[in-house]
């Protein structure tokens, strides 16, 4: 479980408890609910990283809800864009492995993470990941209920594919920027897991 979750839930516990004490139980209730409601929301399950060369994983657990080829200052790339619900694990892992090459914060506002322009325009922190000759970046794009961002890794870090990175915390969106010659291995309306699902391959990677 991510420590957030103890602080939250722990917190709401004692609260509980205080309630109990100078009221009675019912009132207590709620807070009790809210704080399994928090251990809950921040569990932290332990995936089986898929081995390979080439394999770019899905940073975070949700719904695809976009496959599009955009166009970038290095060029075409394809992104693959997917919604955090409050019902899904929110830890973030790294899609590839290797160096990162790059941590951008950028202020924003907090649209609904399904609406297209929360890529641009909503809070988020893009990350570039360099190994094995190509780069992958992705986004932590806060949404509508997201108010913290939360990335642990420095610049030039070190980092294993599937590595845990950070979090967003409530709903929010992670969009996935790949290189035009990947080959797509998800498609809208597919649900993925943060490490465990993989996204796209780099040709060559598969016989």
């Avoid at 992104?79 to 830890?91: A, D, E, G, P």
């Avoid at 993470?113 to 570039?128: D, F, H, L, Y």
């Amino acid at each position: 479980m991510v420590k957030d979750g103890y602080f939250y839930g722990v917190g709401l516990l004692i609260a509980a408890g205080l309630v109990y004490w100078f009221t009675s139980w019912p009132f207590a209730l709620a807070p009790v609910l809210l704080a399994a409601f928090f251990l809950w929301f921040f569990r932290d399950p332990e995936r089986e990283i898929p081995a390979g060369a080439g394999l770019i994983v899905s940073p975070g657990d949700g719904l695809v809800t976009e496959t599009v080829r955009i166009e970038t200052p290095e060029g075409p790339k394809q992104r693959i864009s997917i919604f955090l619900s409050v019902f899904n694990v929110h830890v973030n892992r790294s899609p590839i492995g290797g160096t990162i090459t790059a941590v951008r914060y950028q202020k924003g506002l907090y649209l609904n993470a399904m609406n297209p322009a929360s890529a641009e325009q909503n809070e988020q922190n893009s990350v570039t990941v360099t190994g094995d000759g190509y780069a992958v970046t992705f986004k932590q794009i806060a949404g509508l209920l997201a108010r913290r961002i939360v990335f642990v890794p420095v610049e030039g870090a070190k980092i294993g594919r599937g590595e845990r990175v950070g979090l967003i915390k409530f709903g929010s969106r992670v969009d996935v920027i790949v290189p035009a010659e990947a080959v797509l291995e998800v498609k809208p309306k597919m649900r993925v897991k943060g490490g465990a699902s993989v996204l796209a391959v780099m040709p060559g990677a598969r016989s």
